[in-house]
């Protein structure tokens, strides 16, 4: 449903000081289960891994208003598009840092860096893909302008230069293009519309890519628009996306189809709808549900579900994935709140969305007040089936039994935007590498300036710095609890991470090295966990100082402030320190205690509880607390601890009531009668016990026994994956196997009352009238084991201890448990378990034996009961022998050159290890040793290797593969450079393979006599265009010829430039010149693309690119360009400033008119001194011109220019002539090309220069080579 969310200046919450308890949340590790392991339910949330991104944004280029609507990515470069018209320099302020952009921009992925594709686009972009080739860019939207030409909602661009593709002009008549798919042979377009190329069509068609020309035989009808748009993984199908509620009439496509590519016809077998069904075409829910995007992998098919209406209309809000041939569902994952953008890297999928609800993937239930999160990361396929959805009902599907995805913790913070109307954060998302670009209306993540725009990396640079999300003056001090004698606990709220699921808490005391205790707590954000460390190592009164440190898998960490506490110098309670050391998170002796004695979360006391003497526990001086059967008669949790799904309540209770009452729940109210209230142990009118929960409905079991004798009795609940149990004084009375979840909602532990109405067997009161002594809650289900235990210690019996030996005889193991003790009864039962997965065996005899199957050491456990019901365990390690399987040698050899690298870690033995590794290499060498080993050859050919593996038992096995090493020739490469008539040339970087070393010889292509040599130089007699071929040669005999063109003049310039390197932001260095300095704006509108220097200028842009080391007094420029915008774009100037200083400068330049004319015109800084209209020459869009420049003498200065089409004849004469005796310009300057574009041009302008020479006009004339005569 939509939801609104935070907005940037909002500052993020402070860590709350409620002590919360980690809910149970299931984990688990990064891969798969085994085939033959049961899907967990739900299914696991997993730490992040090395393929997952952290939650580190990257520093990227922004947009400065609007929004992204749509990305995609060719190699590295990402393409943004949607509604702006600035992009903004990465993590600049509003409004500063500003580069023109059109409604679409192009960046680079891994830097983030913003490129010079410019192209003019005069509406909103809703669609952006590219052809297979990479060489297009299709956009689709709502726009008739595209570069200064008609195109009508679609367009193709060159993905380098931003150009339209001519001859494709195809046009769409309606509201516009929201979706694009094309392969080799076409385009494929959905959106809301009515026409395409003229000719009647309904939300979808398809052109030819080679002319635009309209696809007859695409004439599929979706009612309703479509929004989203793939190719399938095998290029074949077209997978469709949108609100539509039918496709040519048919009711079975809502929201999907598919589409067969070649013939336009619906594929009436496709099964992507069987399932998922988003869209609706009548009444007020009208197209109140849809597919908002799709994407796919090597594998499969992903997509997103929005609904703004209820279940009928739409069933799914979340991602689903389909296979990629017959669209059957893989995986549903119903995170509640719409979803957005999809993207899968074939291992992980990324999706954007307002989830506010997501506890059946493991993550937050409803939080109150609602919390929106805006991207999650999950596996790309299934690791467990969905649970129930809490709150399925009329307006939420129920997707209950199917398979799903595992998420990751990942949980960035996105600020939402409002330039769409939507209020929403990421709207899309694609990637490359190791690298994912989320792209949307946000104006900030993690509370930095990421405004449209940001990228997450799996290998950020530095490595991941997101650490724990709190600092150590908001942390605060832990609370040191000293009730136990012989250790004090340390408690306080713990964090979470925005990437990592597990993190380590560690107790350090000033003056003692190392860490005292340490845990690791697996939550999220909704669930921070109270965290409860313990010294177990205090001398009694004496004073300690402690810290408590929190570390993320990254390294990251955070130190809370100090706190001093003295050991208490009491006698230690065993009932207590059981449940200190079972790990209770929350533990109320009550009584004359009113603290939280394994934690920071104290209880609450209604006027109706009273403290009295004596505890119902042996050795406790705490007393315990009687509840008056009334609504003041309940004690409760100061703050709401995490919803927990695995659970263990414990308590003391005595009583004679016939009206029953609730001992202990779980509530939404602290007080009073609260709405929601689940997981209670509750007494009926008769006495009977009952435990409660409700997984959607009341589940409930219940003892045969009754309870209300006036004795004190003994009360345990668990809950977990084993289902509900119920103990009473050690042993289980009532479970039911299949309940293994609760409600999802944040509530308050209650003690002694709470309401209990609907609930079977209600009593007639629901405050308990009687006696409550030591409640615990414990964040995992507690064994019957130590539930017996608990018991035990708590009546004062001595359980029974347990002891046995283990005699091995190869395999067979005879076990001996009569060394087991009971004090107040005999034992009555041995159970065993021998740690290797057969069947526990149970009997009344203290001696078993078992055989194992294979060698290895196995953990055997012993539990024996005695006639009382208590248990005792022992575990002891095993160790067995067989008969020794020999290992099995395997290998896989890799050749590069002359060397093989062989890798034996395939090798195994079955009953232990493979201690050592022995090769022979098939050459008569000397052998080879460890499991990785390499082997350099001394000559080509084919040659058999030995593995030989030996087990830890001394067995060995062999085993041999031929191996085929060759020798590459060299790779010969030079570089060039000419300065008049000479030459010369670099080989360096020529290489040579297996160590080789090498010797060159150069073909001048001249006839002359051959050159040496890595770096050599020759001078030519004459001007012209040679050959020239290295040859290189290395020690083994083989070589290899590289051949380039290189042409000399007898001209020496001052400065040479022909653009032949790519540069993204400003023009680099010229080979000759010097480096270009960018002046009179930012560098960013500069760039070159390996054959050309480019400026791409706003309207009343000025760029100088200039070359500050020269110093020239007379001297002659030539400057051959190309214009990329016409003169219905605006009017602009290209030229050449010379003798340059910091303050003035002669420029000369051509004058390009909006009227088409051409003028040349010659300027002292601003001033004009010389024009001249160059008769019968005008502009175009795409023309090409040379002009040549020319400022030579002193008092006066002469300035002269003429200009001609490229490629043309050179006018004999000057065409513009003008002087000047300006005497701080009567000296010599550097030089610099200049653009301008008008102040009122439509769009960008871009000038592409081909070439840039610069000539010393005072130079001396280049040496000539001798000429024998």
């Known amino acids: 449903m939509a939801s609104g969310g935070r907005r940037l200046r909002a500052v993020i919450a402070a860590l709350s000081t409620a002590a919360l308890v980690a809910g149970a949340i299931v984990f688990g590790t990064t891969t798969a289960a085994a085939a033959?392991?049961?899907?967990?339910?739900?299914?696991?949330?997993?730490?992040?891994?090395?393929?997952?991104?952290?939650?580190?944004?990257?520093?990227?280029?922004?947009?400065?208003?609007?929004?992204?609507?749509?990305?995609?990515?060719?190699?590295?470069?990402?393409?943004?598009?949607?509604?702006?018209?600035?992009?903004?320099?990465?993590?600049?302020?509003?409004?500063?840092?500003?580069?023109?952009?059109?409604?679409?921009?192009?960046?680079?992925?891994?830097?983030?860096?913003?490129?010079?594709?410019?192209?003019?686009?005069?509406?909103?972009?809703k669609a952006v893909t590219p052809s297979p080739d990479g060489n297009r860019i299709y956009i689709g939207g709502s726009f008739n302008s595209v570069n200064g030409q008609s195109r009508w909602n679609i367009a193709a661009l060159d993905a380098r230069t931003g150009q339209l593709v001519?001859?494709?002009?195809?046009?769409?008549?309606?509201?516009?293009?929201?979706?694009?798919?094309?392969?080799?042979?076409?385009?494929?377009?959905?959106?809301?519309?009515?026409?395409?190329?003229?000719?009647?069509?309904?939300?979808?068609?398809?052109?030819?890519?080679?002319?635009?020309?309209?696809?007859?035989?695409?004439?599929?009808?979706?009612?309703?628009?479509?929004?989203?748009?793939?190719?399938?993984?095998?290029?074949?199908?077209?997978?469709?996306?949108?609100?539509?509620?039918?496709?040519?009439?048919?009711?079975?496509?809502?929201g999907l189809v598919s589409i067969t590519a070649s013939t336009g016809e619906v594929d009436a077998d496709w099964a992507g709808t069987e399932k998922v069904k988003n869209g609706w075409g009548t009444g007020s829910a009208r197209g109140k549900a849809g597919i908002f995007a799709l994407n796919a992998d090597d594998k499969a098919v992903y997509g997103t579900g929005w609904v703004f209406a209820n279940a009928q209309v739409g069933n799914l809000e979340g991602v689903f994935s389909l296979e990629s041939d017959s669209g059957s569902t893989r995986w549903i994952a119903d995170c509640l709140g719409d979803h957005y953008g999809v993207y899968s890297t074939g291992s992980v999928v990324y999706s954007t969305s307002h989830t506010h609800a997501c506890s059946t993937m493991n993550l937050w239930p409803e939080q109150s007040p609602r919390e929106n999160r805006f991207a999650q990361a999950m596996t790309a396929d299934a690791r467990g089936i969905l649970p129930r959805q809490p709150y399925a009902g009329a307006t939420y599907a129920n997707w209950e039994g199917e398979r799903a995805p595992s998420a990751y913790a990942w949980y960035p913070d996105f600020f939402t935007g409002t330039a769409t109307g939507l209020g929403q954060a990421g709207l899309s998302i694609t990637g490359a590498g190791n690298v994912i670009s989320i792209a949307g209306e946000f104006p900030g993540v993690n509370n930095r300036y990421f405004q449209g725009i940001v990228r997450f990396s799996s290998a950020p640079p530095g490595g991941a710095k997101d650490g724990p999300r709190t600092t150590t003056a908001a942390w605060g001090a832990p609370t040191a609890s000293t009730?136990?004698?012989?250790?004090?606990?340390?408690?306080?709220?713990?964090?979470?991470?925005?990437?990592?699921?597990?993190?380590?808490?560690?107790l350090t005391r000033d003056g003692t090295s190392g860490v005292i205790d340490s845990a690791t707590y697996s939550t999220g954000w909704w669930n921070v966990p109270t965290v409860s460390l313990v010294d177990a190592t205090v001398a009694a009164g004496q004073s300690y100082t402690y810290r408590i440190t929190v570390k993320d898998g990254d390294g990251n960490s955070v130190a809370s402030q100090p706190v001093t506490a003295t050991a208490s110098t009491a006698a230690a309670a065993e009932y207590a320190s059981a449940v200190i050391d079972d790990g209770a998170s929350l533990y109320y002796p009550l009584g004359d205690s009113t603290a939280d004695w394994a934690g920071?979360?104290?209880?609450?006391?209604?006027?109706?509880?009273?403290?009295?003497?004596?505890?119902?526990?042996?050795?406790?001086?705490?007393?315990?607390?009687?509840?008056?059967?009334?609504?003041?008669?309940?004690?409760?949790?100061?703050?709401?601890?995490?919803?927990?799904?695995?659970?263990?309540?414990?308590?003391?209770?005595?009583?004679?009531?016939?009206?029953g009452g609730k001992l202990i729940g779980y509530g939404n109210a602290q007080t009073g009668a609260s709405s929601s209230y689940d997981r209670q142990i509750y007494m009926r009118d008769d006495g009977?016990?009952?435990?409660?929960?409700?997984?959607?409905?009341?589940?409930?079991?219940?003892?045969?026994?009754?309870?209300?004798?006036?004795?004190?009795?003994?009360?345990?609940?668990?809950?977990?994956?084993?289902?509900?149990?119920?103990?009473?004084?050690?042993?289980?009375?009532?479970?039911?196997?299949?309940?293994?979840?609760?409600?999802?909602?944040?509530?308050?532990?209650?003690?002694?009352?709470?309401?209990?109405?609907?609930?079977?067997?209600?009593?007639?009161?629901?405050?308990?009238?009687?006696?409550?002594?030591?409640?615990?809650?414990?964040?995992?289900?507690?064994?019957?084991?130590?539930?017996?235990?608990?018991?035990?210690?708590?009546?004062?019996?001595?359980?029974?201890?347990?002891?046995?030996?283990?005699?091995?005889?190869?395999?067979?193991?005879?076990?001996?448990?009569?060394?087991?003790?009971?004090?107040?009864?005999?034992?009555v039962e041995y159970t065993w378990d021998f740690g290797d997965g057969s069947p526990v065996v149970t009997g009344a005899s203290a001696a078993v034996a078992h055989t194992y199957a294979e060698t290895g050491t196995y953990t055997a456990k012993l539990t024996v009961r005695d006639s009382r019901g208590l248990v005792g365990t022992a575990e002891e390690s095993v160790s067995v022998v067989?008969?020794?399987?020999?290992?099995?040698?395997?290998?896989?050899?890799?050749?590069?050159?002359?060397?093989?690298?062989?890798?034996?870690?395939?090798?195994?033995?079955?009953?232990?290890?493979?201690?050592?590794?022995?090769?022979?290499?098939?050459?008569?060498?000397?052998?080879?040793?460890?499991?990785?080993?390499?082997?350099?050859?001394?000559?080509?050919?084919?040659?058999?290797?030995?593995?030989?593996?030996?087990?830890?038992?001394?067995?060995?096995?062999?085993?041999?593969?031929?191996?085929?090493?060759?020798?590459?020739?060299?790779?010969?490469?030079?570089?060039?450079?000419?300065?008049?008539?000479?030459?010369?040339?670099?080989?360096?970087?020529?290489?040579?393979?297996?160590?080789?070393?090498?010797?060159?010889?150069?073909?001048?292509?001249?006839?002359?006599?051959?050159?040496?040599?890595?770096?050599?130089?020759?001078?030519?007699?004459?001007?012209?265009?040679?050959?020239?071929?290295?040859?290189?040669?290395?020690?083994?005999?083989?070589?290899?010829?590289?051949?380039?063109?290189?042409?000399?003049?007898?001209?020496?310039?001052?400065?040479?430039?022909?653009?032949?390197?790519?540069?993204?932001?400003?023009?680099?260095?010229?080979?000759?010149?010097?480096?270009?300095?960018?002046?009179?704006?930012?560098?960013?509108?500069?760039?070159?693309?390996?054959?050309?220097?480019?400026?791409?200028?706003?309207?009343?842009?000025?760029?100088?690119?200039?070359?500050?080391?020269?110093?020239?007094?007379?001297?002659?420029?030539?400057l051959d360009y190309r214009l990329d915008y016409g003169p219905a774009s605006g009017a602009g100037y290209v030229g050449m400033t010379l003798r340059q200083t910091a303050a003035d400068g002669y420029t000369i330049h051509a004058w390009h008119r909006s009227n088409g004319s051409v003028w040349l015109v010659a300027q002292r800084g601003g001033t004009v001194i010389g024009t001249q209209p160059i008769s019968g020459l005008s502009w175009a869009q795409g023309d090409q011109f040379t002009i040549k420049t020319e400022v030579s003498g002193s008092t006066p200065t002469t300035l002269r220019a003429k200009i001609w089409p490229r490629g043309g004849s050179e006018p004999q004469a000057w065409q513009l002539t003008a002087t000047d005796s300006t005497a701080a310009l009567q000296q010599a300057g550097f030089a610099s090309v200049r653009s301008n574009l008008g102040a009122s041009a439509a769009g960008v302008g871009r000038v592409a220069f081909d070439r840039v020479t610069v000539r010393d006009l005072a130079a001396p004339a280049p040496n000539a080579p001798p000429v024998a005569d």
């Open 166 to 254: 001519p001859g494709f002009n195809p046009s769409i008549g309606g509201n516009g293009v929201y979706a694009l798919a094309a392969d080799a042979d076409a385009v494929y377009v959905g959106g809301l519309f009515t026409q395409a190329n003229g000719t009647a069509r309904s939300n979808l068609a398809a052109f030819a890519a080679s002319n635009g020309a309209l696809r007859t035989d695409w004439d599929a009808q979706p009612d309703q628009q479509v929004d989203a748009m793939v190719m399938d993984p095998g290029g074949q199908q077209v997978v469709v996306g949108g609100r539509f509620a039918n496709v040519d009439g048919d009711g079975k496509w809502r």
């Open 483 to 506: 009730a136990v004698p012989g250790r004090i606990r340390l408690s306080m709220n713990g964090t979470w991470d925005r990437d990592d699921r597990d993190l380590t808490y560690e």
């Open 36 to 125: 033959d392991d049961p899907p967990p339910t739900p299914p696991p949330l997993l730490q992040r891994d090395a393929s997952v991104v952290t939650g580190d944004p990257l520093p990227t280029v922004q947009i400065d208003n609007g929004y992204v609507w749509s990305q995609t990515t060719i190699g590295t470069t990402v393409y943004a598009a949607g509604q702006f018209q600035n992009a903004r320099a990465a993590l600049a302020a509003p409004g500063t840092s500003l580069t023109p952009r059109s409604n679409i921009l192009a960046f680079d992925i891994n830097s983030g860096a913003l490129l010079p594709f410019a192209p003019a686009v005069n509406g909103t972009i």
């Open 882 to 1118: 067989g008969p020794n399987q020999l290992p099995t040698a395997s290998f896989t050899p890799s050749a590069s050159g002359l060397t093989v690298t062989v890798d034996g870690s395939g090798s195994a033995d079955a009953d232990g290890t493979v201690e050592s590794y022995s090769w022979d290499w098939g050459d008569g060498s000397e052998p080879g040793s460890g499991a990785l080993a390499s082997h350099a050859y001394a000559a080509a050919g084919t040659y058999t290797v030995t593995l030989t593996a030996t087990d830890d038992r001394g067995g060995s096995s062999s085993t041999t593969r031929e191996v085929e090493v060759t020798h590459a020739a060299p790779a010969a490469t030079f570089e060039a450079s000419a300065s008049g008539l000479t030459v010369e040339t670099d080989a360096g970087e020529t290489t040579a393979s297996d160590g080789a070393t090498l010797s060159y010889a150069w073909d001048w292509g001249d006839g002359s006599e051959p050159g040496s040599g890595a770096q050599a130089s020759h001078t030519y007699a004459a001007d012209g265009t040679y050959e020239i071929t290295l040859t290189a040669t290395d020690s083994l005999g083989a070589s290899t010829e590289f051949t380039r063109t290189v042409s000399v003049e007898s001209t020496v310039y001052a400065a040479l430039d022909e653009f032949e390197r790519v540069v993204s932001n400003g023009w680099g260095a010229a080979p000759i010149g010097g480096v270009w300095t960018t002046m009179l704006g930012s560098a960013s509108a500069a760039s070159t693309d390996g054959a050309r220097g480019v400026l791409a200028l706003a309207p009343g842009g000025t760029r100088q690119l200039a070359l500050q080391g020269l110093s020239l007094m007379d001297s002659e420029s030539v």
């Open 688 to 827: 009977r016990l009952s435990f409660g929960v409700y997984p959607g409905a009341t589940k409930v079991v219940t003892s045969s026994s009754s309870y209300n004798d006036g004795q004190w009795h003994h009360a345990a609940a668990t809950l977990n994956r084993d289902g509900m149990k119920l103990y009473v004084d050690g042993r289980l009375v009532a479970e039911d196997p299949s309940v293994t979840e609760g409600e999802s909602f944040n509530g308050y532990w209650r003690i002694g009352g709470d309401n209990l109405g609907s609930w079977p067997g209600r009593p007639s009161s629901d405050w308990f009238a009687g006696a409550i002594d030591e409640v615990a809650v414990y964040p995992q289900a507690l064994g019957p084991a130590r539930v017996a235990t608990h018991y035990a210690i708590g009546t004062g019996l001595e359980a029974p201890t347990a002891n046995f030996t283990a005699t091995a005889d190869g395999l067979a193991v005879d076990f001996d448990g009569s060394g087991s003790t009971a004090s107040g009864g005999g034992i």
């Open 600 to 659: 920071a979360n104290p209880p609450v006391f209604g006027g109706g509880v009273q403290a009295q003497q004596p505890s119902a526990v042996k050795g406790s001086g705490t007393g315990f607390s009687n509840f008056s059967g009334s609504t003041t008669g309940s004690v409760s949790t100061t703050t709401r601890p995490a919803t927990p799904k695995e659970f263990t309540t414990e308590l003391w209770f005595k009583t004679t009531t016939n009206r």
